[in-house]
Nanobody, 117 residues
Framework: QVQLVESGGGLVQPGGSLALSCTVS????????TAWYRQAPGKQRELVAA???????DYAASVMGRFTLSIDNAKNMVYLQMNRLKPEDTAVYYC???????????WGQGTQVTVSS
């Protein structure tokens, strides 16, 4: 199991920005993938962004162009920069290693992001 700890959530006004951080207990280069998921009340869990070991990063259509997943291999950190936030981005955000271990991966505790005026 991989230990993951998210931070950086909070309250932000629509149009604002937040940066989430995730500390990973393993070298990111040794992981199959890293990802961010989110879950809002009344909605199913949603994949926000995922980065494969080759560096390929995919984003949900709803966040494309606004969110950026990045990593720092030296620090074992995963980031999610969120810009131009919308109320519908409100959710608990989770840092995930989807395939380490199989089949369910490892999940952080989550961090709340609330976008509201």
């Amino acid at each position: 199991q991989v230990q993951l700890v998210e931070s950086g959530g909070g309250l932000v006004q629509p149009g604002g920005s937040l940066a989430l951080s995730c500390t990973v207990s393993r070298r990111i280069s040794e992981l199959y993938a890293t990802a961010w998921y989110r879950q809002a009340p009344g909605k199913q869990r949603e994949l926000v962004a995922a980065r494969a070991s080759d560096g390929t990063t995919d984003y949900a259509a709803s966040v494309m162009g606004r969110f950026t997943l990045s990593i720092d291999n030296a620090k074992n950190m995963v980031y999610l920069q969120m810009n131009r936030l919308k109320p519908e981005d409100t959710a608990v955000y989770y840092c995930v290693t989807p395939h380490d271990p199989m089949p369910f991966g490892s999940w952080g505790q989550g961090t709340q992001v609330t976008v509201s005026s």
